[in-house]
């Protein structure tokens, strides 16, 4: 009779399973730490800095700019909005139902001193554009070379 060995696989599960979780919360957003079954969804966003600023870009369709809360405290930048669901559809049963609705949250630790006072976001074709101007002494100044 040939020996079998067992092969315990509930790590690998285990380990699947975490994996997945993280790829669901990805997409569909984190659950809070108040409300643990309740999602956020976290845009899409670019951050780059230029010599003048640093500029933080994100995707939120759907929204009118009246809509979007933006904040800055300390060394942190918060983006913030919420989009209800249509009264007729609260009750409803949904057939499919692939569109977001509820909060919207991201928020962004700057890793630079900005000019909060100078902090200017627009919003364009479903697109907040957030200039957050570098501090004074982060901006290159030119020395000029005298001869000598």
Same mark, same amino acid.
């Given at each position: 009779? %040939? ?5 315990? *696989? ?10 997945? *979780?993280?790829?669901?919360? *990805?997409? &569909?957003?984190?659950? =809070? ?10 845009? &899409? ?30 060394? +942190? ?8 669901? %249509? ?22 630790? &700057?890793?630079?001193? +900005?000019? =909060?006072?100078?902090?200017?976001? =627009?919003?364009?074709?479903?697109? &907040? =554009? ?19």
């Amino acid at each position: 009779m %040939p020996i079998i060995r067992f092969r315990d *696989n509930s790590r690998e599960l285990s380990d699947f399973q975490t994996q997945m *979780n993280q790829l669901f919360d *990805n997409f &569909l957003g984190q659950p =809070t730490a108040a409300s643990p079954m309740e999602r956020v969804w976290a845009p &899409l966003a670019d951050v780059y800095e230029t010599s003048e600023e640093m500029v933080i870009s994100v995707e939120m369709p759907g929204f009118s700019e009246k809509d979007i809360r933006l904040s800055v405290t300390g060394d +942190v930048i918060v983006i913030q909005a919420e989009r209800p669901m %249509p009264p007729d559809a609260q009750n409803a049963s949904f057939h499919r139902r692939e569109r977001w609705f509820g909060r919207v949250e991201r928020a962004f630790q &700057l890793t630079i001193p +900005v000019e =909060t006072s100078k902090v200017v976001g =627009t919003y364009r074709d479903g697109v &907040l =554009t957030v200039r957050l101007p570098k501090a004074e002494g982060l901006k290159p100044r030119e020395i000029k070379i005298q001869a000598g």
